[in-house]
């Protein structure tokens, strides 16, 4: 029984950990084209800059987190 838990709570972890990814990319990305379109850029930089930067803190995050020292 325990060693099933431990399956399913691992499973839990990493499902917790993509969809924190995708929601959070899903919200950059959102929030960055918003402000292009409101400032009339003519190149979506800000698309491209959030995203990215949410990325590295991100991985710099899951880093941490897995790291079992």
Known sequence: ?????KKYNIFIRYANMATQLF???GITLWLGKWLDEK???????????FPMFYLIGYLVKLIKDTNKK
């Open 1 to 5: 029984m325990a060693m099933n838990f």
């Open 23 to 25: 929601v959070g990319l």
């Open 39 to 49: 400032l009339a850029r003519e190149k979506p930089l800000l698309t491209w800059i």
